[in-house]
T-cell receptor, first 110, second 115 residues
Framework: KQEVTQIPAALSVPEGENLVLNCSFTDSAIYNLQWFRQDPGKGLTSLLLIQSSQREQTSGRLNASLDKSSGRSTLYIAASQPGDSATYLCAVSNDYKLSFGAGTTVTVRA | NAGVMQNPRHLVRRRGQEARLRCSPMKGHSHVYWYRQLPEEGLKFMVYLQKENIIDESGMPKERFSAEFPKEGPSILRIQQVVRGDSAAYFC?????????????FGPGTRLLVL
């Protein structure tokens, strides 16, 4: 059974600081890994999808790396802004199911 | 191309009533997934459906919960005789083709509150 862990559970940083969010998973036989953003009371917004054959993906200020063999992924957010405040979820796909971590709640202080 | 639609967005039920949650996938998507997010927990897979077929319901509680995806119309998640522990956010996602390894597109969720 796939277990996904996200550390830390919460993070508070001043505006402009870089964010580093960690995700680990127990079963490395994944198809892909996805990072989502969830705002309070809202749905999920997909940020980045990394296929199992890839090592990283980038979109604007976001960069996600994947080390499948060690079961780890890291999401970097450069030059954080108050608008980046949200919960970030990591999800892995072993087949058609996504297994989610509990998330990291980020607060960026102005 | 409209995204995944879910309704209602908020639903309040008293214990013992039935809750019906609807999900309309993105146009052209024939695979639907339901996930549940309990308070302070991550999303958990419940069920995977294709048109008129339940492919995997391993995440569904054995009693009171059922799901369907008819040939026409939205996918329905039905919870009979709701209890307070059913209070959660229920998310629907859809994908276009094979399902395996495909990107899943999520709806805004239905927040169910059982009084």
């Amino acid at each position: 059974k796939q277990e996904v862990t996200q550390i830390p559970a919460a993070l508070s940083v001043p505006e402009g600081e870089n964010l580093v969010l960690n995700c680990s998973f127990t079963d490395s036989a994944i198809y892909n890994l996805q990072w989502f953003r969830q705002d309070p009371g809202k749905g999920l917004t997909s940020l980045l999808l990394i296929q199992s054959s890839q090592r990283e993906q980038t979109s604007g200020r976001l960069n996600a790396s994947l080390d499948k063999s060690s079961g780890r992924s890291t999401l970097y957010i450069a030059a954080s802004q108050p608008g980046d405040s949200a919960t970030y979820l990591c999800a892995v796909s072993n087949d058609y199911k996504l297994s989610f971590g509990a998330g990291t709640t980020v607060t960026v202080r102005a | 191309n409209a995204g995944v639609m879910q309704n209602p967005r908020h639903l309040v039920r008293r214990r013992g009533q039935e809750a019906r949650l609807r999900c309309s996938p993105m146009k052209g998507h024939s695979h639907v997934y339901w996930y549940r997010q309990l308070p302070e927990e991550g999303l958990k897979f419940m069920v995977y459906l294709q048109k008129e077929n339940i492919i995997d319901e391993s995440g569904m509680p054995k009693e009171r919960f059922s799901a369907e995806f008819p040939k026409e119309g939205p996918s329905i998640l039905r919870i009979q005789q709701v209890v307070r522990g059913d209070s959660a956010a229920y998310f629907c996602a859809s994908s276009p083709q094979t399902g395996i390894g495909e990107t899943q597109y999520f709806g805004p969720g239905t927040r169910l509150l059982v009084l």
